[in-house]
């Protein structure tokens, strides 16, 4: 199973020190899964895969990771 750049480099990110789970405008998504943007000091760590393009914005707010 090859692991994709996107998951390598947001584990790095997750691993670089404590982070936050901050609650968004609405606690679930349609299936029941808690949804929550991942900060570490008020940055998002999904904008930041977005902005290094291994991943992309998906209906303005959630973050789905790409197929790079």
Do not use: M
Not at 15 to 38: C, M, Q, S, W
Request: glycine content about 10%; aromatic content about 8%; charged content about 25%.
């Amino acid at each position: 199973i090859e692991i994709g750049a996107q998951f390598i480099r947001f584990d790095e990110l997750l691993n670089a020190g404590p982070f936050t789970l901050e609650p968004i405008d609405r606690a679930h998504d349609k299936y029941g899964r808690a949804l929550f943007v991942v900060t570490r000091e008020g940055e998002s760590l999904g904008a930041t895969l977005v902005s290094e393009g291994l991943a992309e914005v998906s209906a303005g707010v959630v973050f789905s990771l790409a197929t790079k």
